[in-house]
């Protein structure tokens, strides 16, 4: 009496997408699974289970009998959030023994800034006084160093210094905007403080500033030629003085 089993018996030989790790924002990740089967016929194996950030390709492969191997390749995206992408199972049916399971995960690494103090969101100074100062602070939240591109500041708005590089885990990079006190009265108008260079993109502070104080002017002088008869009444005559500022003046005429 003897007998004879046929048909496939598929296993994962080898995993290389057990472990991925992409940049975030940069190319994405790839790693080859390997697919053999033992048996001693061939199979059309069906690949399945994955979802985003993971894919497969091919999605359907064979693999020939006594040894033959089919290679996938599971790709992980590189959008999503810092940290881990999840674990994920791809199951390839099509042998006559069952569904053979391959672990997928992945982890995303980068840098991650964010605007962590303001103090240029509303500069204050007098016209024609000093120059009104605010830091802003940058903190990387990622797990890797970044090196910042400061940039989008024009008159009467600067920032130094225009790079500076932020430590992974909670490091800062700390700028100064100043604004000059040439201008009008008022409003110095809105801009925003672009920091490029991170990996999760560019991250942006608003800039903005007010010029206080009183501007007063002569407006209008009837004493200028005043006119009278000697011996007569006084002439006199108005002199208007206005003041263009956002502050109240106490005026002193001598």
């Known amino acids: 009496v003897s007998g004879t089993l046929n048909g496939s018996g598929v296993s994962v030989s080898s995993n290389g997408a057990a472990a ?22 061939a199979a059309t194996l069906t690949l399945s289970g994955l979802s985003a950030p993971y894919t497969v390709s091919p999605a359907t492969c064979s693999a020939a009998a006594g040894g033959g191997s089919c290679v996938v390749t599971v790709g992980m995206t590189t959008g999503g959030s810092l940290g881990a992408q999840g674990a994920q199972t791809l199951t390839a049916t099509g042998g006559t023994t069952g569904p053979a399971s391959a672990g997928v995960s992945g982890t995303l690494s980068g840098s991650a800034i964010a605007v962590s103090a303001n103090n240029a969101s509303a500069l204050s100074a007098s016209k024609g006084g000093a120059n009104a100062d605010g830091t802003i602070t940058f903190t990387n939240s990622g797990d890797q160093a970044a090196t910042l591109t400061l940039s989008g500041l024009s008159a009467p708005y600067s920032v130094s210094p225009t790079s500076c590089s932020v430590a992974a885990g909670g490091g800062t990079c700390v700028v100064t905007v100043s604004m000059t006190t040439g201008g009008a009265f008022g409003s110095q108008g809105a801009q925003s403080l672009s920091a490029a260079g991170a990996s999760n993109g560019t991250v942006g502070a608003p800039v903005s500033g007010t010029l206080n104080g009183s501007g ?3 407006s209008s002088n009837g004493a200028a030629g ?12 108005n002199v208007t003085f206005t003041n263009s500022g956002n502050q109240a003046a106490t005026l002193t005429l001598s």
């Open 20 to 41: 991925l790790n992409a940049v975030k924002g940069a190319a994405a990740a790839s790693g080859n699974v390997t697919f053999t089967n033992s048996g001693n016929q």
């Open 216 to 218: 007063v002017s002569v």
């Open 226 to 237: 005043l006119n009278a008869v000697k011996g007569a009444a006084a002439a006199n005559g």
